[in-house]
């Protein structure tokens, strides 16, 4: 199995990126998925969530109503777009898989990850 996130990169604040999480070896259509990042000083924090449905989702508040979680089923794919980037947004990105509907985005509750992709968000 393999998870391989894309999408990252430098962008000013107030722009947008998307990225994009590619799952091989397994189906997706079957798995819970979520995004979390690694902050510089912070550690790993959750981003978002989204249920095997694709009904349930969660978001950090700090990226409510700027970032949205959505899925390919067909493609194998999750992706995170990213509207209104803010500096703090800067860091490495990963996309985790789950065989559960957790409902949380607590690390230890995902058994898939990817190996991550570095957002900059900074003028």
């Known amino acids: 199995w393999q998870l391989v996130e894309s999408g990252g990169g430098l962008v000013q604040p107030g722009g947008s990126l998307r990225l994009s999480c590619l799952v091989s070896?397994?189906?997706?259509?079957?798995?819970?998925v979520g995004w979390f990042r690694h902050v510089p000083g912070k550690g790993r924090e959750g981003v978002s969530y989204?249920?095997?449905?694709?009904?349930?989702?969660i978001y950090a508040d700090s990226v409510k109503g700027r970032f949205t979680i959505s899925r390919d089923n067909a493609k194998n794919t999750v992706y995170l777009q990213m509207n209104s980037l803010r500096p703090e947004d800067t860091g490495v990105y990963y996309c985790?898989?789950?065989?559960?509907?957790?409902?949380?985005?607590?690390?230890?509750?995902?058994?898939?990850w990817g190996q991550g992709t570095q957002v900059t968000v900074s003028s």
């Open positions: 989204m249920s095997t449905s694709g009904i349930d989702t």
């Open positions: 985790a898989a789950t065989y559960r509907d957790v409902g949380n985005l607590l690390e230890s509750e995902y058994d898939y």
């Open positions: 070896g397994f189906r997706l259509e079957y798995y819970a």
